[in-house]
C-alpha cells in the first residue's frame, strides 16, 4: 500500500474534504477489505457525518484485523457507549487499558459507561487514576465526585467538586452538583452560595433554581423560596421535584390550597411520587375538606401497602391500621435516617458525678413544648442530673426564651451546625442520655440519632407515634397513649408514666384580667364547648357528635381555634 495514498487521506479528513478523503478510503478497501488504516478511518469520517452504526462496524471491522490498537479500541468504545451498548463499551476499554493503562481518556470513558451501568465503586475507581494521570482535569475531578456521591460518600464528593473548581471556577456542572451534596450535608449556606452561582452562570439551567429553593427552605427562609420553584418549574414545566417541593413547602407557609393543587399535580405526573398522596391528604384536612374523604383514606392505605414512602406523622393522623403505621416509620427511617456504619458511642462507660442529660428541640422557645416542659427542666434533680439543651430552633426574644435559657445548665444554639456535627458535640460532652422531643415534626433534627452519640435515646412528648428506628431505645407515653396491646406496633421500648405523660407545670402564670365573652367572640349567654387543636385533628365522625351535642344543647357553640377561611368555611358548612 502506497503510504502516500494514506497521508493524502489523512490530511483531507484534517482538513474537513470529508467526501474526499472517504473516497480514497473506499477505493483502498475495494482493493484491500482488511487495511486497518482505511477501514479506522473511514469509520471516523462515519462518525463525523453522524452514521454512529456504520462508524462502529467499520472500526469493529478495523479492530478485528489489529486487536492491539488502543486507538481504535477507545475510538468503538466511545462510540458503543454513544449507542447505549455500555457494557460492550466498557470491554473495548478494558482492551484498550490492557494495551496502555495510562491511556487516560479511556479511563475516563470507561468510568462513565461504568456509572450508566451502575458500578459506582469501579466507576470512582476509574476516575481516581484519571485525575492521578491528569491532576489539572476539571472534567476528571468532577466525574469522581458524581460517583462519589453516587457511592453515597458526600463530604469526599463535594471536595472533589471542589477540587475542580479550582481548576475552573465557572464550571457551572460542579457548582450545582457542590450544592446538592452541601445540601445533603446541611451545609445549607453553602449551598445557596453555590446555586445562585450557577444559576448566574447558567440562568436558565432549572436545577440551579430548584437547588437554591431547597437551600432557602432550609434556611427557614420559605416565603423566598416561591419564586425561585417557579423560576425552576417555568424553565422546565412539568418538573416533578420542584412542583412537589413547592407544594410541601407550603404546608408550613400555612397556604394549604395551593399545596393541595401542586400535591395534585405531582401526582398526575407520578401516580406513585413518594411522600406525595399523605401530604395531599394532610393537607386537606388541614382545610378541613372532606370531600371523598374515605375514598382519599383507602388510596393512602393502598399506597402503603404498595411500598410507597408516606410521612410518618402523616401516616399518624391518616392510617387507622397501626402496623401499617409501623411499617411506614420503619420505612421512612430506613430510607432518610439509616443507621450509619460507625457509630459515635460505641460501648464506653462513662463515670460521671452526675447523670448528663440533653434534649433535642427546635421549640425552645414561645411553644407548647416549652410551656409544657419547663418546668421538667427546672426541676430536675441538679444533685443527680447535669441537663443539657440542644436548640436548633429560632430565638424569638420571649419570656419562655429566656425561662429556657435559665432552666439549663447549658443552653446551646446549634442552628448553624450540621446534624453531623451536633451529634459529635454529644458525644464529645460524653452525654449519658439524649431525649428527642420533637421525632418527625416540623423543622426536626432526626438524623442527629443515627450517629448514636449517646449510650440511650429517647423518643418523648412531641411524637406519639414510633420512630421506626433501632437507634431510639425508649419512647416514653402512658397507658393511654400506647396501651398495652399496642406495643408490638413500636420498635422502642415502652416506658409508661403513671396516669398521663403529658407535664402540665404549676408556675403558669393566670391573667390579669378575665376576657369577656363579646371580646372573644362568644355570645354573652349558653353553654361553649372548645377545642383548640390543629383542625387536621377534626375527622367527620367526632365532628358529627360534636353537631349532635350542639343540637342538645340549647343555645350552645362550639368555639375552634383560629383557622384559615378555607377551613372556616369548610366547617360551616359541614355544621
Known sequence: MNEDVLANALALRRAGKFSEAAAIYSAILREQPKQFEALHGLGLLSYQAGQLVEAERLIGEAVSVKPDAVDALYNRGSLLAKLNRHQEAVGCFDSALAVAPDYAEARGNRGAALMVLGGYAEAFADFDRLVTLRSGSPEGWYMRGVALRRLERFGEARASYTQALEIRSNFADALRSRAEVSLLLENFAEALTDAEQAGALDPKNAEAWLLRADALVQLGRRDEALASYDKAIGLKPGNLDAIYNRATNMLPLRRFNEAVQGLEEAL????????????LVFGKLCES?????????????????KGTPIVPFQALVLCPNEARTHEAARRFSALKFPPLPKRLWQGEIYRHDKIRLA???????????????????????????????????????????????????????VRGETVERTAHRLRDMEIDIVVDLMGYTEDCRPAILPHRPAPVQVNYLGYPGTMGAEYIDYIIADETVIPADRSAHYSERIVRLPQSYLPGGGARAIAETIPSRAGA?????????????HVYKIMPPMFDLWMSLLHQVEGSVLWLSQTSPNAAANLRREA
Open 521 to 533: 367572640g362568644l355570645p354573652e349567654d349558653g353553654f361553649v364547648f372548645c377545642c383548640f387543636h
Open 289 to 305: 375538606d372532606w370531600y371523598n374523604l374515605e375514598g382519599e383514606i383507602a388510596a393512602v392505605e393502598v399506597a402503603l401497602g
Open 359 to 413: 434534649y433535642l428541640s427546635g421549640n425552645f422557645h414561645h411553644h407548647a413544648v416549652a410551656r409544657l416542659m419547663a418546668g421538667i427542666f427546672e426541676h430536675h434533680d441538679r444533685r443527680r442530673f447535669e441537663v443539657t439543651a440542644i436548640s436548633f430552633g429560632p430565638d424569638d426574644n420571649s419570656a419562655m426564651r429566656m425561662r429556657m435559657n435559665r432552666a439549663f445548665d447549658c443552653f446551646m444554639d
Open 268 to 279: 398526575r405526573l407520578n401516580p406513585d411520587c413518594p411522600f406525595a398522596r399523605g401530604s
